[in-house]
């Protein structure tokens, strides 16, 4: 089956550079009547909740007649969840976003559907998708800090980029990837056949990137009350200057993969969360 269509774009992409390694992708909210638009910003994450939680096959059933319930079917499963306590489901949910909007990725599994059991979700990588690129498929295997602090996401999750690219990490994830594919997904005879047991490592590390999302409180988005020259010149000189100490973070490590950098800049994490809390309640 082919993927829904995604909800409409609501993040504004204010930076994308492919051409630079690591690429750099930043995405902002905005602002309304002098307010950056957390609420607004926290019920558009909640469009995206059914294809995040559910399967190829569930969502084939994703109608008027069922959407409320399949809603709220996906509302429990975050709200039961461990990471929801920390708030980490609602990192991967941004990071699902980013992938769908900017790349036009399709999940190759729903982590949220797989997990273990109630307050155990599935370890390892925070997003599984794939990037069709000129008919070639790209795995993307994504890494997400939900911080306030840059700095302490980028130090976290380099560290994880660093573990979870080791040759024996791969290998065991690849293997609990190939068991959970969505036999639904249009993609999934390519990917079985490229996650296969027989299929050496290298092959998978050939077309595999780590897409690395950070969510940080901004100076620059703080400092304005509505999108301006200014804002965005000020934006850019923060995005490259986060962009450039992660890399400075990435040079000790010898990587296989490719990496992209997406970023969310906040006004205030706390003020973010409790909308989204809101809104997530208010679906089951």
Not at 5 to 18: G, M, S, T, Y
Not at 168 to 190: F, Q
Request: aromatic share 10%; glycine share 4%.
């Amino acid at each position: 089956m082919s993927f829904p269509d995604p909800p409409a774009p609501f993040l504004e992409v204010k930076i994308h550079d492919i051409s630079i390694c690591p690429s750099v992708c930043a995405l902002c909210a905005g602002y309304e009547g002098g307010e950056w638009r957390a609420r607004a910003f926290a019920e558009h994450t909640m469009e995206w909740l059914p294809e995040f939680c559910l399967t190829a096959e569930e969502l084939e059933d994703f109608r008027p007649g069922t959407a409320v319930k399949m809603i709220r079917k996906a509302a429990r499963l975050v709200y039961q969840t461990d990471k929801y306590k920390s708030r980490g489901e609602f990192g991967e949910l941004f990071l699902h976003i980013a992938l769908r909007q900017v790349h036009k990725s399709i999940p190759a599994i729903s982590k949220i559907y797989w997990k273990d059991s109630i307050n155990n979700t599935i370890k390892g990588y925070d997003a599984v998708h794939v990037v069709e690129v000129d008919g070639e498929l790209q795995l993307w295997l994504g890494e997400v800090k939900f911080y306030e602090d840059a700095n302490d996401a980028i130090r976290d999750v380099v560290k994880e980029i660093d573990c979870h690219t080791k040759m024996d990490y791969m290998k065991n994830e690849v293997a609990l990837i190939a068991n959970k594919l969505d036999r639904n997904s249009s993609h999934y005879s390519k990917l079985s056949k490229l996650l296969d047991t027989n299929t050496s490592l290298d092959e998978v590390f050939d077309v595999a990137c780590i897409p690395a999302l950070i969510t940080y409180n901004s100076s620059a988005l703080k400092k304005h009350r509505k999108v301006t020259s200014e804002y965005n010149k000020e934006l850019q000189n923060e995005v490259m200057s986060i962009r450039e100490t992660f890399k400075n973070k990435l040079s000790s490590l010898s990587l296989p993969v490719r990496i992209h950098l997406f970023l969310i800049p906040l006004n205030e994490k706390k003020v973010l969360i409790k909308y989204l809390d809101e809104s997530l309640k208010g679906f089951q």
